[in-house]
């Protein structure tokens, strides 16, 4: 399977005879496949669908005509490339961010997966996720609760009489006769109609298994990782709050692929 550089191809000087109908012809080998639709997960299109939009369309030139082994994601696809100069060596379907946009207490978040080009800063294995505080301010809005921030060298007493505080490393809760346990790591901390949220730097701050078995660092807090067990049937899909999932298998394949330093091409 070939993923031609365009450049090479004499795309260049053909680009003003076939820019109206580019969308629908093959581009110097790089051939334009069907368009988006609900089976975006079972497909595996051979190279990506031309992009209409001007500012996905400049980055899709500039990912046909880079050299060396790169990283080629179409959000229209929701497909991920690897190539390395001409040669498709990984293609596998992912889920996006779902694009939508969340509000509480005066602050706006939007939940999309940016075009553009970065590179990988960093790789792990079997990573941890460190959830922004937006995380706990979706659960407190949808779930009609209030927030609390935890603060270490406070308690906070619950209607049964036990108290939430910090110790060590750890949040826990702490009974009528003084003994403490920790809250494990990857559950809410849910009581009396309020989630408590955890502190930076506590390890109920910390969630395992969310981002999957690997993790490419894009940069600005936006990776391609791997998938929970429990949303696998998401890929293909608009699901993510930014970051490019993947199913486990072929994040583990890519991870072996990709150096530390490849550029990544989003359109």
């Not at 003084?178 to 559950?187: L, V």
């Amino acid at each position: 399977m070939t993923f031609p550089n365009l450049a090479r191809s004499g795309f260049s000087s053909l680009f003003p005879l076939i820019l109206a109908a580019c969308a629908a012809l093959p581009v110097g080998g790089w051939v334009s496949t069907a368009g988006p639709g609900p089976d975006r997960a079972a497909r595996s299109p051979a190279a990506p669908t031309v992009p209409t939009d001007p500012e996905a369309r400049a980055i899709y030139d500039r990912a046909a005509r880079a050299d060396g082994r790169r990283i080629v994601i179409s959000l229209d696809d929701r497909h991920l490339w690897l190539v390395d100069g001409a040669d498709t060596l990984l293609t596998a379907a992912v889920g996006i961010g779902t694009g939508s946009t969340f509000t509480y207490n005066g602050r706006t978040w939007t939940f999309t997966t940016p075009r553009g080009q970065r590179k990988v800063v960093g790789k792990e294995t079997n990573p941890v996720w460190t959830p922004p505080d937006w995380h706990y301010y979706e659960k407190a809005k949808y779930g009609r609760l209030s927030h609390v921030m935890v603060e270490r060298g406070k308690s906070y007493e619950l209607s049964d009489g036990s108290r939430i505080e910090i110790q060590g490393d750890d949040v826990g809760r702490v009974n009528a006769f003084g003994n403490f346990w920790a809250f494990t790591p990857g559950m809410e901390i849910i009581f009396d109609g309020k989630i408590f949220v955890p502190p930076f730097g506590t390890n109920q701050r910390r969630v395992p298994n969310a981002l999957g078995t690997r993790k490419l660092d894009m940069g600005d807090g936006y990776l391609i990782h791997g998938t929970n067990p429990y949303n696998s049937d998401s890929i293909g899909g608009a699901v993510s709050h930014g970051c490019v999932r993947m199913r486990n298998a072929d994040v583990e394949k890519l991870y072996t692929m990709v150096p530390v330093g490849t550029p990544v091409y989003i359109f």
